[in-house]
């Protein structure tokens, strides 16, 4: 089966630091273009940054970027985001997701973790 | 930056009625990088459409998308139990950052 499992989600104060993980199975993990996308709590959907199969393209949303990093490791089937400098604004379900790569472009997202809670207060 | 507006905010119907959902775009999107996805509470979303009329894997031809440029729909033939959610357009592509509409919950009348 295709599957996504976030992990690394949790309370942070302001100002911290935070990374999460994303372990995927059951699809050739090389071939996708992967991203994060956040859902702060009864909100609607954010994109939050995506990498390319090769880490060859990586794109940040500009209420992330200087302060998260996406990395991968085809080797090991992984994505991670790496957060710093977190604010009371980053709270939110962080969900790991993928589609095809489309070269330079990003894809849709036709896989899906469940998420991971990330909370940021004092 | 493309900015997404979905209407209306809630659409309350019954089952076994038809669903149009509306998905309006600040500037011409690519056709081919438009999706619809639908999500459940405490859910993961769901791809439902791509390319703005291809159905993903899996997905009843009860759903299909329409349009081109700015304005871009969703329609549901006829409601079934398991549809009432709320439901988020996106564009994507080679243009970051990708967006998403504000989503349309589908309600039980």
């Known amino acids: 089966d295709v599957q996504l499992v976030e992990s690394g989600g949790g309370l942070v104060k302001p100002g911290g630091s935070l990374r999460l993980s994303c372990a995927a199975s059951g699809f050739t993990f090389s071939t996708y273009t992967m991203n994060w996308v956040r859902q702060a709590p009864g909100k609607g959907l954010e994109w939050v940054s995506s990498i390319s199969g090769s880490s060859s393209y990586i794109y940040y949303a500009d209420s992330v970027k200087g302060r998260f990093t996406i990395s991968r490791d085809n080797a090991k089937n992984s994505l991670c985001l790496q957060m710093n400098s977190l604010s009371a604004e980053d709270t939110a379900v962080y969900y790991c997701?993928?589609?095809?790569?489309?070269?330079?472009?990003?894809?849709?997202?036709?896989?899906w973790g469940q998420g991971t809670m990330v909370t940021v207060s004092s | 930056e493309v900015v997404l507006t979905q209407s209306p905010g809630t659409l309350s119907l019954s089952p076994g009625e038809r669903a149009a959902l509306s998905c309006r775009a600040s500037?011409?999107?690519?056709?081919?990088?438009l999706a619809w996805y639908q999500q459940k509470p405490g859910q993961a979303p769901r791809l439902l459409i791509y390319g703005a009329s291809s159905r993903a894997t899996g997905i009843p031809d009860r759903f299909s998308g329409s349009g081109s440029g700015t304005d871009f729909t969703l329609t549901i033939s006829r409601l079934e139990p398991e549809d009432f959610a709320v439901y988020y357009c996106?564009?994507?592509?080679?243009?970051?950052?990708?967006?998403f509409g504000g989503g349309t919950q589908v309600e039980i009348k």
């Open positions: 500037q011409s999107v690519s056709s081919s990088f």
């Open positions: 996106q564009q994507y592509g080679d243009s970051p950052p990708i967006t």
């Open positions: 997701a993928g589609g095809p790569d489309i070269g330079a472009a990003i894809n849709g997202c036709d896989t």
